[in-house]
């Protein structure tokens, strides 16, 4: 199972930034691209974007890919081809170098599967850099694991700062990124 769940995150991963980087050769700014194609209600307010609108456009960051893994990953879900029922999660993000900034991810609920005690979150904005114990350097997806106590903490409120699952699966490698601290949440939407 952890292979396959592992092979479908990273098959996932690969599509959404397909998805939103794929096509476009014109550098645009974020910003601009927001300013193109946002969408206005009656009244004359922006109300927000499509994630349609930003296909191609190299400028989705956390929260669009996060949604649109979470939209795959919850039809997964209903269709029962996913056992671990995905929530996405609105938090913040720092590492020993940086502060807090806003952040998105996707928390997976704990199963008895091949980790029984473990939730699972997705951060598919950051992967996860690692190294073998010959110095191989690779750029993992960012799939972490949880306790139950982290899952417990980080619901809470309490910054958690949890483990790679390529450390805890894969003999010999290490993650050797800057520590990633991960805020309090709110969970927004949920299937």
């Known amino acids: 199972m ?6 479908l ?13 794929g096509s476009n050769n014109k550098d645009v700014s974020r910003k601009e691209a927001y300013a193109d194609s946002y969408v206005v209600d009656d009244e004359g307010m922006i109300i927000g974007t499509k994630l349609s609108s930003l296909k191609g456009r190299n400028v989705a960051l956390c929260s669009e890919k996060s949604i649109a893994a979470f939209i795959i ?3 997964l879900y209903k269709k029962g081809k996913l056992t671990r029922k995905p ?8 590492t020993e170098q940086t502060s807090d900034e806003p952040h998105a991810f996707i928390l997976m609920e704990r199963e008895p599967d ?3 005690t473990r939730y699972l979150f997705y951060d598919i904005e950051n992967p996860t850099p690692v190294e073998d114990e010959n110095g191989n350097k690779n750029n993992f997806i960012g799939i972490y694991s949880l306790t139950d106590d982290q899952h417990n903490d980080i619901l809470s409120g309490v910054e958690c700062t949890p483990t790679s699952l390529f450390e805890l699966l894969q003999s010999g490698w290490t993650d050797v990124g800057a520590k990633r601290i991960y ?5 927004n939407k949920t299937l």
């Open 2 to 7: 952890p292979q396959k769940f592992i092979g």
């Open 9 to 21: 995150l990273t098959y996932i991963n690969n599509k959404v930034n397909d998805y939103f980087y």
């Open 73 to 75: 990953l919850g039809n």
């Open 87 to 94: 929530s996405m999660v609105l938090s913040t993000l720092a």
């Open 114 to 116: 091949n980790y029984p």
């Open 183 to 187: 805020g309090s949440v709110k969970l």
